[in-house]
Antibody, heavy 118, light 118 residues
Framework: QVQLQESGPGLVKPSQTLSLTCTVSGGSISTGGYFWSWIRQLPGKGLEWIGYISYSGSTSYNPSLRSRVTISLDMSKNQFSLKLTTVTDADTGLYYC??????????WGQGTMVTVSS | EIVLTQSPATQSVPPGEGVTLSCRASQSVSTNLAWYQHKVGQAPRLLVYGAITRATGVPARFRGSVSGPPARFSGSESGTEFTLTISSLQSEDSAVYFCLQYNDWPRTFGQGSQLEIK
């Protein structure tokens, strides 16, 4: 059973970079056949897809965040990571990682709360 | 991007009754629509994909037999209107239900329907 677990600082200062990692267990990221995505939920709002990375390292980002987002892969650790630069309090929210079998997201992490505050 | 509008925003239903949740797409998504159940502190759980197909891993009590009657959770679609019907509601069905379109990038989500069983 594949499981995903987000980790990273719960508090980030404004204008700094938000960095999160998703650790995948029970399966290998390098197997192929999936996109590995980051999704977030801002307070009082619906979910927002941030972007994905494939096992080959190709990426795609939401146009609304493209200028600030980088998603990378560490196959040796079976992890993928999110970096979101120049954060403001509008980036405060619950961040999820998820697996996408080129269709609906079929596996999600439990989410990690990130607060942007000085 | 494709906008998904869900209704109702909240609903309270007694145990044993049924409910229909709606998700309307701003343009065609074919049948590339999924439904999720999300409880606080847990990973979202895929219920239905392809608009009408129950996901594997859904407890057996939610799945109908190959030729049997519909299971408690069922999806349907009519053009750009999608519905999730839950029959014989139980207390553990209390959750937020949201839809996802995976027909186009960026992936987009409905804002969710909060279902309370009481």
């Amino acid at each position: 059973q594949v499981q995903l677990q987000e980790s990273g600082p719960g508090l980030v200062k404004p204008s700094q970079t938000l960095s999160l990692t998703c650790t995948v267990s029970g399966g290998s990221i390098s197997t192929g056949g999936y996109f590995w995505s980051w999704i977030r939920q801002l307070p009082g709002k619906g979910l927002e897809w941030i972007g994905y990375i494939s096992y080959s390292g190709s990426t795609s980002y939401n146009p609304s965040l493209r200028s600030r987002v980088t998603i990378s892969l560490d196959m040796s650790k079976n992890q993928f990571s999110l970096k979101l630069t120049t954060v403001t309090d509008a980036d405060t929210g619950l961040y999820y990682c998820a697996r996408d079998p080129y269709a609906a997201f079929d596996m999600w992490g439990q989410g990690t709360m990130v607060t942007v505050s000085s | 991007e494709i906008v998904l509008t869900q209704s109702p925003a909240t609903q309270s239903v007694p145990p044993g009754e049924g409910v229909t949740l709606s998700c309307r797409a701003s343009q065609s998504v074919s049948t590339n629509l999924a439904w999720y159940q999300h409880k606080v502190g847990q990973a979202p759980r895929l219920l239905v994909y392809g608009a009408i197909t129950r996901a594997t891993g859904v407890p057996a009590r939610f799945r109908g037999s190959v030729s049997g009657p519909p299971a408690r959770f069922s999806g349907s679609e009519s053009g750009t209107e999608f519905t999730l019907t839950i029959s014989s509601l139980q207390s553990e069905d209390s959750a937020v239900y949201f839809c996802l379109q995976y027909n186009d990038w960026p992936r987009t989500f409905g804002q969710g329907s909060q279902l309370e069983i009481k």
